[in-house]
């Protein structure tokens, strides 16, 4: 399944933060560690979103492993920020290999990942997209569920929910209507992270001003803490809070 990273901090080149530590996400996309349900390595596209000095958001994505993309290894050196969100993809049978696919979605000033998959799809979840507004359904960026996903949090967030109850209570609502999902999702305003673990890996590290959230850990060893399973994680550069889901998966 999909690799997933989130950073809050002092501004670090993306090459520093993606390509260059030991098991980056680079290496994680043809070497990742700790896959589960399926899936060997994450070569079906990638994506790296960041946040600009004035909350605004840019974004690189395509359909192709991020190995061999050169112009973002070069583009990665020159940009700078202090939060990001990006991951590799891995895609889920059936669901299409096209750079609308890739994560972070966006809408402008906010950034989303997915990493899993929403099991019987789409039927199992035809009720929350019918809750959608016909142009988000018709302007959805691509017929997988991740895009599924973020239109209903986007929609929502929009309406003014705050992220870190819109968050788990979509896990919460995925789960009951399509048991047996993967919903490692994250999600920044860019100065918050707020993630998910419901059956996939995630660390966070939380030191000199910076947390970083991942499904596995770069870099130096020390520091990273694993977040247990069926977590909901909401970070700033000044606090970590974990919180249990297990609640919302038994409704
Ligand atoms: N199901 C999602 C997709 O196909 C995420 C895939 C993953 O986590 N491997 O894009």
């Known amino acids: 399944m999909c690799r997933h990273v989130g950073y809050l901090g002092p501004a ?23 896959m589960r349900g399926g899936g060997t390595i994450n070569a079906d596209g990638f994506g790296v979103g960041w946040y600009r000095a004035d909350g605004s958001t ?8 991020m190995w061999t993309d050169q112009s973002f290894r070069e583009t990665a ?3 700078r920020s202090g939060a990001v969100v990006a991951a590799v993809r891995s895609a889920t049978v059936g ?17 989303f990942s997915h ?28 017929a997988t569920d991740s895009a599924l996903l973020w239109a209903v949090l986007r929609q929502r967030v929009l309406d003014g929910a705050d992220p870190e109850v819109a968050v788990p ?4 609502e995925v789960v009951a209507a399509a048991p047996d999902s993967r919903l490692n999702l994250l999600f920044s305003d860019g100065t918050r992270l707020v993630a998910t673990t419901w ?19 770069f870099g130096a060893r020390a520091g990273w803490r694993e977040v247990p399973d069926r977590s909901l994680v909401v ?3 000044d606090d970590v809070e974990l919180r249990p889901l297990e609640e919302m998966g038994e409704r």
């Open 199 to 217: 059956t996939h890996s995630l660390w966070v590290r939380h030191e000199h001003g910076a947390v970083t959230v991942a499904s596995e850990p």
């Open 95 to 111: 669901m299409p290999v096209v750079p609308g696919a890739c994560a972070p979605f966006t809408d402008g000033s906010r950034l």
């Open 235 to 237: 970070a700033t550069v």
């Open 169 to 172: 209570e979509l896990v919460g």
């Open 58 to 65: 840019a974004r690189h994505r395509a359909a192709v492993p």
């Open 12 to 34: 670090v080149s993306l090459a520093e933060l993606l390509l260059e530590p030991e098991h980056s996400l680079l290496e994680q996309t043809w070497a990742p560690a700790d």
């Open 115 to 142: 990493n899993g998959r929403v099991t019987g799809w789409p039927d199992s979840v035809a009720k929350l997209a019918a809750r959608l507004d016909v142009v988000d359904l018709l302007t959805l960026e691509a």
């Open 77 to 79: 050196r020159e940009v």
